[in-house]
Each structure stands twice: as C-alpha cells, then as structure tokens.
T-cell receptor
C-alpha cells in the first residue's frame, strides 16, 4: 500500500515565523513531489514541485527533498495569516500517468 | 499557468435526478483527468481516472454505473451523477494532468447538494 504521511496538525505559528511542514512517503520509486495548498471550501492549488534531492526555493516557500530518507518538507518563511490553510503533500507513483498519492494534509494556522 | 475550469460551481437538485459536471483544461491538453470527492473536513478521495478516448478507471468502492465519466476530447471530461441521492451531496473536484508531466492542476470544484 503506497502511503504519504503527514501530521494533521493543527500547526500554529505566529505571524512572521517560519512554518515547517513535513511529509514521508513509502514508495522508493516515486520521482515527483508536490505541495498543494487548500483553503477551507476551496480546491487544492499547486504551490511547489520538486524532483531532485535538495532545496528548491520560490519566494517565501522552500521545498526540501531527501529521497534516501523518503522525506519531503515545505518551509514557509515570514508566515502570514493568509497562509492559514491545509497543506497537502503529493507524490507520484511508479506508473506514469496514474494519480498522485496525496497525504491527508497538515492544517496550518498563522496568528497575527 | 495551467487553468482548469469546472461547471457548474454549485448545483442543487432533487433526489433521483441526474447531474452532469464538466471539467475543462483551458490552456493545455490533458490526456488524463481525475475526479475526486471531498466531504466536509475530510481528505480528498480519488473516484476515477479518466483517459481521453478510453473507459475510465474507477477506484474500489466507486460505482461506475452511478458515476458516469466521459473524456471525449483532450480538454473536456464530464462526470454524471445518475439518480442522485442525499448521500451523494459533496464537493466534486476534477484535476488535469499535462501531457508528459505528473503535475495535476485542479479545477475550482463543484458543490452538489441533493435534496
């Protein structure tokens, strides 16, 4: 059973702090990794994709991938109340073209 | 960026009627589209994978005769909820995958309420 695990939270951070969201996956054959943000009542929105080990930065967001440890993380710097949402980690399957495997999501709450 | 639309955004219907939801990729071609359902405060649940020109692949427990999926072109997939019942009330979300990439882009979702 391929799995993607996330801590459900809620993760609470004060405004301006760094929020760190973590994700582990079970399938060593996975090659593509994604972070989506979902606001309450809305559909998921792609934030970051990462394909190789190391860090990838995009504005206030940094995705980190460690394939040996089967671990993906998302750092949000200078967190804002508008970042309060559920963050979904998604991982590709070995078979190309099949649906991404989603974690259950971590709820982030940024207080002002 | 890749844009996926859904129509309608919200629908209220009587029990026993059928409802069709459209999912369109607006600025890219999608050989594969996916249909999800999400109940309040619950996780996304994959219902089916839709490939252009072929029959959809349904996840275990999803009734293919109740949730009819058609993917007639590279930019359009439809989900028809047949003989809808109150327990089918949910948030239905489609996503589309760009050819040759694994990235999925989500539509805005359709909120279905069956009375």
């Amino acid at each position: 059973q391929k799995e993607v695990e996330q801590n459900s939270g809620p993760l609470s951070v004060p405004e301006g702090a760094i929020a760190s969201l973590n994700c582990t996956y079970s399938d060593r054959g996975s090659q593509s990794f994604f972070w989506y943000r979902q606001y309450s009542g809305k559909s998921p929105e792609l934030i970051m994709s990462i394909y190789s080990n190391g860090d990838k930065e995009d504005g206030r967001f940094t995705a980190q991938l460690n394939k040996a440890s089967q671990y993906v993380s998302l750092l949000i710097r200078d967190s804002q109340p508008s970042d309060s949402a559920t963050y979904l980690c998604a991982v590709s399957q070995r078979q190309a073209g099949t649906a991404l495997i989603f974690g259950k999501g971590t709820t982030l709450s940024v207080s002002s | 960026g890749a844009v996926v639309s859904q129509h309608p955004s919200r629908v209220i219907c009587k029990s026993g009627t059928s409802v069709k939801i459209e999912c369109r990729s607006l600025d890219f071609q999608a050989t594969t589209m996916f249909w999800y359902r999400q109940f309040p405060k619950k996780s996304l649940m994959l219902m089916a994978t839709s490939n252009e020109g072929s029959k959809a692949t349904y996840e275990q427990g999803v009734e293919k005769d109740k949730f009819l999926i058609n993917h007639a072109s590279l930019t359009l997939s439809t989900l028809t909820v047949t003989s809808a019942h109150p327990e089918d009330s949910s948030f239905y979300i489609c996503s589309a995958r760009i050819i040759m990439l694994e990235t999925q882009y989500f539509g805005p979702g359709t909120r279905l309420l069956v009375l």
